[in-house]
């Protein structure tokens, strides 16, 4: 309560001796401006409309204030104008800017709409981020905040989260269009599609700010991350793409992606930018290691991942030492057996990545002409152990690895399949 507003309260209170009111209004304000004006963050948490009516005419006082967050809040529309008004308005200091909408729908809308407002013109907030949207919303509110969002010239960072779909991408690639401030866009988890994510690629042959745009865990599939790929080639401004999500099947996706991947590798460099290790476009890498250390392991069964997949990470990530291509029998519609085909691609794709020592092949229905072409390549690479387990491996593939054992004194071959040769001619080496 302000010092104004407690004041007015104490004018009807009864004192025994009245000359006490004023010693405790200026007990009160003395305690008042000693808080507002130490503190830089403020959560506010389970406000309801009369207490934002009173907060509004206090947020002058906080003069340090960088930082607030707002949930679980019940508002009106004049009392969302009104806090809006003194968050945003002339005079106002916050730089960070956090909501969280799972309320009630009217008071969520009505608080979007009023920041909205406001937004076209403050010039303190440069991080954004928003939280639990749902579908509805973002027919409405997130379209609101594209308004706001064109003409804005500080925010630099924008986070949105919940379910805005393809609609609200729509909404913030045409924000995008215009705003000449935000360098870093955050989107993901809003079960955005290939259109949503098409939308975001045409913005970007026209936007000449956004350096980050995190598109991870939506559903942008094959034809997104192709026309994301198209979207990069006339922008020389993204360094970082992230599309992450769980469509590893698609066959044409690593292509897409390494496409992109091409493209950022060229925006870093006219930028100046240092290449970090890992992949810029998918997560993997990054996400599973601490400072950004690429992983020394990948397990193609944990991650959902296939054929191809594998062989793309083999060639841009030269830090693994130990890949596992078992055949995760629970996710056989997503991972294609390897066979003699797809032997042949592994193979190539050791030659390229040089640095791994252990190789698991077990059930993927491996023969013996890609048992051969593996063998060959043991002898030349640096893997010292392979599994083979449960493979169709023959005669002419169980030679194929006898002559690798003794060409290659540091090669241990794991077997365990039904061939009677393989088994006989390992037994001296395992």
């Not at 808080?35 to 934002?52: M, P, Q, R, T, W």
């Not at 308004?147 to 729509?170: D, F, P, S, W, Y």
């Not at 000449?208 to 991870?216: E, F, K, P, Q």
């Amino acid at each position: 309560m302000t010092p104004e507003a407690f004041e007015k309260q104490m004018a009807s209170a009864v004192f025994t001796h009245r000359s006490d009111a004023a010693s405790v209004v200026q007990l009160q304000a003395k305690i008042f401006y000693q808080k507002v004006s130490a503190c830089e963050d403020l959560l506010l948490e389970g406000l309801k409309a009369s207490e934002f009516a009173k907060l509004a005419p206090a947020l002058k006082h906080y003069r340090c204030l960088r930082s607030l967050r707002l949930k679980k809040f019940n508002v009106g529309a004049e009392e969302a104008t009104a806090f809006a008004q003194a968050l945003l308005g002339p005079g106002g200091v916050v730089q960070k800017l956090e909501i969280w909408c799972n309320v009630p729908e009217a008071s969520a809308r009505e608080m979007l709409q009023a920041l909205a407002t406001g937004l076209q013109t403050n010039s303190t907030v440069h991080t954004l981020i928003i939280r639990d949207f749902t579908e509805s919303l973002a027919t409405t509110s997130v379209r609101a905040l594209s308004q706001g969002l064109r003409v804005n010239t500080a925010i630099t960072k924008l986070v949105l989260r919940g379910r805005i779909g393809n609609a609200g991408a729509e909404a913030i690639a045409v924000a995008l269009m215009t705003n000449q401030s935000i360098t870093h866009v955050d989107l993901r988890q809003n079960g955005i599609g290939r259109h949503g994510a098409a939308a975001i690629a045409e913005t970007l042959k026209h936007n000449s700010t956004v350096a980050i745009m995190d598109l991870g865990d939506n559903s942008v599939k094959e034809q997104g991350a192709c026309a994301l790929a198209a979207g990069l080639k006339n922008n020389h401004v993204v360094i970082d793409l992230n599309i992450n999500c769980d469509w590893w099947e698609l066959s044409d996706v690593p292509r897409a992606l390494s496409e992109i991947e091409r493209l950022l590798e060229r925006n870093r460099e006219e930028n100046g930018v240092a290449a970090r290790p890992g992949s810029h476009i998918w997560h993997y890498q990054a996400d599973q290691a601490a400072d950004e250390q690429l992983p020394e392991k990948l397990d193609c069964k944990a991650y959902k991942l296939g054929l191809e997949w594998a062989v793309w990470i083999l060639h841009i990530n030269t830090a693994l030492t130990s890949v596992d291509l078992i055949r995760p029998f629970p996710y056989m519609t997503i991972v294609e057996i390897l066979e003699d085909t797809g032997a042949a691609a592994i193979v190539e794709a050791l030659r390229v990545n040089g640095t791994v020592t252990h190789l698991s092949l077990a059930q993927n229905d491996l023969g013996d002409a890609g048992a051969v072409a593996l063998a060959k390549a043991l002898v030349v690479y640096r893997v010292t152990h392979v599994n083979v387990n449960g493979n169709s491996i023959g005669d002419e593939g169980a030679e194929a690895f006898a002559n690798a054992l003794r060409a290659n004194t540091t090669l241990t071959v794991r077997s365990h399949s039904g061939s009677w040769i393989l088994k006989k001619r390992f037994i001296g080496n395992l």
